[in-house]
């Protein structure tokens, strides 16, 4: 296994930003950024903090000065050799560094991979592992609360019908095979055909659920995109509230999207700032653009800011078009109202209109945005916590039930339906870990009576 | 000691299991000994007269390809056969033959009689003959009997059935007794036990015998075999089967009030009896009792001989008191006047846990002791049979310190009860169903010969006779695939014609097999419109149209298998502890510690273990 890196501590600013690595590199992986003496220091001397400088080292430039603690595989959280670098909150910092790290061949951590390596190392269990996942997703959980907690329970009473039914239809077919004298097969296609089509449907109604839980579960990301220089980055700070504004501001320059979490009313919120949408004159800024593209896609809401003294124009339709084929909700926000004003403007669009350097307007943002956020999130939709392993079986049951139904209307005898249906019962169990051989005989001998 | 004494395999009891284990052995050129209570019994179907039907029927198919004996025997004495479930699919058709119990007992007698390397004594066997190996194990090395007399052997095959403490119930008298009418054996359980085996107890029914002279047939339907049948065994040279019917009726409300007002007298109802029954094979009291809004059961009366005075009413076991029986049995039309030649009765007895044998069906912890058939408590001549062929072919490569044939749930019927007995805890006696078999659209009658012969040759149980013939049989079969590839059918106005009577059109030049392809064509049809010959037998046209019919099908549930070999093929140590074992669930620990999986496959179809335990499980693997 490779090595890898993530910052440890929440995306924004703070007092101290944690950089974790993990891997049989973890300590070579800051070699050429300390000294040669501290490097024997900490490696002498793990489990202990000790302070040092983070240097380039081409012109040895100092960027961070801070603690860093070594801990010697297998005692560490993951089981291999860790190293965590405690460094000032700020995400430039954090971020330039975990850059320079990278350039060494220490990659970045998938989400999750910290604990999925201490669960492969025998650290933890499963549900350890599960509950690690938990209580790092409980940032949100004041969002959750209102709309999840409530369903839980329901889920597993829910899928538990859906596999009984799909059980009973399994076990009718079955017992008609096991005791052909007893028991006909007539009616038991348009039997199947309806169950196939009712469970089908549930199944649908709890992943379409989903995806709305999954922006609860993650966070609710606000993206902030919009033409460079319509005043993102100050529309961003606005709403960080100006006390935590420390992004950089030159226009056209932002190559990485800048993310920091923010309160609002009671809702926390993950805010990103993106980079300008614009044909890209230069490679660089070409990524920073495809990045913002990506923000879009994975975006809860979308606060869409165009400059009112230049009014929407062309490019600006394209993208908000391009937000609401995505079908994310999202706002317009005129910003720069402290500068000239078309009326015009003014009068012929709907939206919002602030000034982020005045913050006129700004509580006017901040209720919309809640109010966006309440009605598309936390309005009862009847949705689910799922974790991944979960979603994965229950789109694979929806697969297997959508094959079964090609499989019913060719003609094929009766037994060949079984292979999608037990296909698509298994898929349900594993999210319960039943077996469902026994299961079906069970059903068979409840509901049926057969014998010789 | 007299070395005339001293065998390589014994084999205890000679029912199906016995017969089987014991002509293996014996085939495959292990000097063997049979230990029966009585050599007149040898092969008697105690229940019903009757081999084969869904399940049951691909088990006996798979014996025959791995040279066993019950298929050729079934065909040799069928009354008659009747292929089932047709219209269902390939994977399910059964094959099942109403036999003539006594002439199937005559041969069998006759075989295990005849039988070169093979010596039958009559004995009741007292204990075993053991030594304490490393640990707790033992290692078995014979038996004594009850008359003092010690034989020799490596390997000890027991098939005692529902003989080990066996006790039969009718109403609320009780008798000790392996059979109405045979002694049961109470000295192999305290033996079994000195071993270290642990025992569980289980029931089992059977319905009365009719006098065929004092049933009205005629106010019965009429049920006869198929007028051209299918055979069991590719060794059945000629089918000499004389369609003797059975006869269908039903019960009524009158019935059931009759069982209800009677039920205070049945051992079940009473707690007399302490074993569990089979739910799918449940007494005539347990269909009134649990499923009180049918109003009627059917009833199958079925013949036991050539030409034989006693009748089997199949659906009607139980144990209710002889006038009880009799008075219910006779509210059923055509039975108004009916006398039972014996009443029906249920038998309670000791069975082996089967979770303690490997899948070798050596018990884990006595090296040389093999248990077979009803002691594992499975339930039916065909699930014995097949437990007895493994184990008996199994003991018989011990012997001959050759490598152990070992069925998997993805090769075999077989391979999956030998599975699900060794991983699951049995509470009831267990039967073999089609279900049972995540993979039974690959596991089907009409390509047993192809998955199985040779695992019958490479353990020397396949003669060379048979064994010939398969291999012209596979020779045969690839040379009409490669014929309905090559056949091609073009849309020119004659073919189109022929075709139109198929209820099908082309537009383009298609070959053969693809044609089949349609829902609507079966290879019959083709061969009766003269697109192809008939150039194979029946069913092996079977096995040709369904691998070309549902390749679809057949691919998916070949992904299935791979899927499935995943886990099978990561084994887990022998001497593995699962207790301290991190992450581990108690309930899973303790589990894994009691079955003792042979690979992380099994464990995971133990009940109580889940897929986290399993990822410990895996972790722990790799880290050692």
């Not at chain 1, 005692?75 to 460094?87: A, P």
């Not at chain 1, 094959?403 to 060949?416: F, R, Y």
């Not at chain 2, 006098?211 to 339907?221: E, G, P, Q, V």
């Amino acid at each position: 296994m490779g090595t890898i890196a993530a910052i440890a501590t929440a995306p924004g600013v703070g007092g101290v930003g944690i950089i974790r690595i993990s891997g049989p590199q973890a300590l070579a992986s800051v070699a050429p950024f300390v000294s040669k003496a501290l490097l024997s220091k900490v490696k002498a001397q793990p489990r202990t903090m000790l302070g040092f400088s983070f240097a380039d080292p081409h012109d040895g430039m100092i960027l961070d000065q801070g603690l860093l603690v070594y801990f010697k595989a297998p005692f560490s959280y993951t089981g291999e050799d860790v190293l965590e670098l405690h460094l000032h909150g700020n995400p430039v910092i954090l971020h330039s560094i975990l850059g320079k790290l990278q350039d060494t061949g220490v990659r970045l951590a998938a989400p999750g991979e910290f604990t999925r390596r201490a669960f492969l190392n025998g650290k933890m269990d499963l549900l350890q592992a599960e509950s690690v996942q938990a209580m790092v997703e409980a940032r949100s959980a004041e969002i959750l609360r209102r709309s999840v907690r409530q369903h839980q329970g329901y889920l597993s009473r829910e899928l538990g019908d859906i596999r009984s039914r799909l059980l009973e239809m399994l076990a009718r077919i079955e017992v008609s095979l096991d005791y052909p004298e007893e028991h006909s097969t007539d009616s038991l296609r348009q039997m199947l055909l309806e169950c196939v089509d009712q469970c089908g449907a549930v199944l649908k109604g709890l992943m379409a659920g989903q995806s709305k839980v999954l922006h609860l579960q993650q966070g609710v990301r606000a993206v902030i995109a919009g033409q460079p220089n319509a005043g993102k980055s100050s529309v961003f700070n606005a709403l960080l509230g100006e006390h935590r504004a420390l992004v950089a501001e030159t226009p056209g320059t932002t190559r990485d999207q800048v993310e920091a979490d923010v309160l609002i009313d009671e809702f926390r919120l993950s805010l990103v700032d993106t980079a300008g949408l614009r044909q890209a004159a230069d490679v660089v800024e070409q990524m920073g653009i495809e990045k913002t593209k990506q923000a879009l896609a994975t975006a809860s809401v979308v606060l869409y800011v165009v400059d009112v003294s230049k009014g929407i124009q062309d490019e600006d339709r394209a993208w908000i078009q391009r937000v609401d084929e995505y079908d994310i909700p999202r706002l317009l926000v005129f910003n720069k109202l402290d500068l000239s004003v078309s009326t015009q403007t003014k009068v012929a669009s709907e939206g919002i209109f602030i000034s982020a350097k005045t913050a006129s307007g700004l509580e006017t943002l901040k209720s919309r945005i809640v109010e966006l956020v309440q009605k598309n999130y936390l309005q009862d939709t009847g949705a689910y916590l799922l974790n991944q392993r979960q979603l994965g079986h229950l789109q694979a049951s929806l697969n297997d039930l959508n094959v079964l139904k090609g499989d019913l209307s060719t003609g094929h005898p009766i037994d060949l339906w079984t292979i999608g249906l037990r296909s698509a019962v298994q898929a349900l169990s594993n999210i319960s870990g039943e077996n469902v051989t026994e299961a079906i005989l069970d059903s068979i001998f409840s509901r049926f009576c057969v014998g010789k | 000691m007299p070395s005339a004494q001293t065998y390589q395999v014994i084999v205890i009891g000679a029912g199906h299991a016995g017969i089987e284990a014991s002509l293996a052995s014996a085939r495959m050129g292990c000097p063997t000994l049979l230990l029966t209570a009585s050599i007149n019994t040898i092969g008697k179907m105690s229940c019903n007269p009757a081999i084969g039907g869904p399940a049951k029927s691909h088990l006996v198919f798979e014996m025959d390809a791995l040279g066993g004996y019950m298929g050729w025997a079934a065909d040799q004495t069928a009354l008659q056969l009747k292929m089932l479930n047709t219209s269902k699919g390939p994977a399910v058709w059964s094959l099942r033959a109403q036999s003539d119990m006594y002439a199937y007992q005559r041969l069998a007698q006759q075989t295990v009689c005849g039988q070169a390397n093979l010596d039958v004594r009559e004995s009741m066997v007292l204990r075993f003959l053991y030594e304490n190996e490393a640990g707790s194990s033992k290692r078995v090395y014979g038996v004594c009997t009850q008359d003092g007399t010690e034989y020799r052997a490596q390997a000890v095959v027991l098939t005692t059935g529902t003989f080990m403490r066996g006790l039969l119930h009718t109403g609320l008298v009780h008798t000790p007794g392996g059979r109405v009418g045979e002694q049961a054996s109470n000295d192999i359980s305290s033996a079994l036990r000195d071993l270290g085996v642990e025992l569980g107890r289980l029931k089992t029914g059977t319905p009365p015998r009719l006098h065929r002279d004092s049933i009205n047939f005629s106010a019965m339907k009429l049920e006869p075999g198929d007028v051209q049948p299918y055979q069991f065994s590719t060794r059945t040279e000629k089918l000499d089967c004389p369609n003797i019917p059975c006869h269908l009726t039903y019960t009524s409300d009158k019935t059931h009030q009759i069982i209800r007002d009677h039920l205070h007298e049945s051992p079940m109802y009473t707690g007399k009896i302490e074993g569990t029954g089979p739910r799918y094979c449940p007494s005539i009291e347990d269909k009134v009792v649990k499923f009180a809004d049918k109003d009627r059961h059917q009833i199958f009366i079925e013949p036991t001989g050539r030409d034989h005075v006693e009748m089997y009413p199949s659906g009607f076991s139980t144990s209710l008191p002889a006038e009880a029986q009799l008075k219910a049995m006779r509210t059923l039309p055509g039975l108004e006047q009916v006398e039972f030649v014996r009443p029906g009765y249920a038998v309670e007895y000791d069975f082996v846990f089967p979770h303690q044998l490997k899948n070798t069906f050596e018990l884990q912890r006595v090296e040389g002791l093999y248990c077979a058939g009803q002691i594992c408590g499975t339930s039916g001549y065909e699930e014995a049979a097949a437990q007895g062929l493994y184990a008996g072919i199994n003991a018989a490569l011990k012997v001959q310190s050759k490598p152990a044939m070992v069925l998997t749930r993805d090769s075999a019927y077989i391979g999956c009860m030998i599975d699900d007995l060794i991983t699951k805890e049995i509470t009831e006696p267990y039967r073999m169903f089609t279900g049972r078999s995540e993979f039974r659209l690959l596991l089907r009658q009409d390509n047993a010969d192809i998955r199985l012969t040779s695992y019958g040759r490479r353990v020397g149980l396949v003669a060379d006779s048979q064994w010939n013939k398969f291999e012209q049989k596979k020779m045969h079969m690839q040379a009409y695939v490669q014929k309905l590839k090559a056949l091609r059918l073009n849309p020119d106005s004659p073919t189109l014609e022929r075709l139109h009577v198929l209820g099908i059109s082309i537009k383009k030049t298609h070959a053969l097999d693809e044609i089949l392809k349609r829902p609507e064509i079966t290879l019959d049809r083709l061969i009766a419109l003269g697109f192809i010959d008939d150039g194979l037998d029946r069913l092996t046209r079977l096995n040709v149209e369904t691998d070309i019919k549902y390749a679809g099908f057949v691919a998916r549930q070949q992904e299935q298998v791979r899927d499935f070999q995943q886990l099978e093929r990561i084994p887990l140590p022998a001497n593995f502890s699962y207790l301290n074992l991190t992450g581990l669930r108690k309930e899973a620990m303790q589990k894994l510690e009691k079955l003792r999986p042979a690979n992380l496959g099994q464990a995971s179809r133990i009940a109580g273990v889940n897929p986290a335990d399993l990822t410990v499980l895996m972790v722990q693997l790799k880290r050692r």
